[in-house]
Nanobody
Framework: QMQLRESGGGLVEPGGSLTLRCSAS????????VAWFRQCPGKEREFVAM????????YYSDTVKDRFSISLEKSINTWLLQMNNLSPDDTAVYYC???????????????WGQGTQVTVSS
């Protein structure tokens, strides 16, 4: 059973940057999609970014595009989320996920991490 683990969350001031990492316990197939989602208290989990493990086609939600970037460290089965120009609205628990469909739906992702808290506050 594949296990995912996020790291890198924390407290950051508005306008600051943070990089999240997701490490997988096993080999990720080249056909898979890796992604990031986030969830605020009382709200549904929402899509943030995804990318094909083969390296192509990063895609972002409208709320984060031009500020966030998803990248891969394939040699160590890890993907990152670089977050820039953060605002309090970005405060959430961030989850990494992996699945086989290039889609934004939570239900399309088979494997999930436990989540890491990101708090943007002065």
């Amino acid at each position: 059973q594949m296990q995912l683990r996020e790291s890198g969350g924390g407290l950051v001031e508005p306008g600051g940057s943070l990089t999240l990492r997701c490490s997988a316990s096993g080999r990720i197939l080249s056909s898979w999609i890796v992604a990031w989602f986030r969830q605020c208290p009382g709200k549904e989990r929402e899509f943030v970014a995804m990318r094909r493990w083969a390296g192509h086609s990063p895609y972002y939600s409208d709320t984060v595009k031009d500020r966030f970037s998803i990248s891969l460290e394939k040699s160590i089965n890890t993907w990152l989320l670089q977050m820039n120009n953060l605002s309090p609205d970005d405060t959430a628990v961030y989850y990494c996920a992996a699945g086989s469909n290039y889609d934004q739906k939570v239900s399309d992702y088979k494997y999930w991490g436990q989540g890491t808290q990101v708090t943007v506050s002065s």
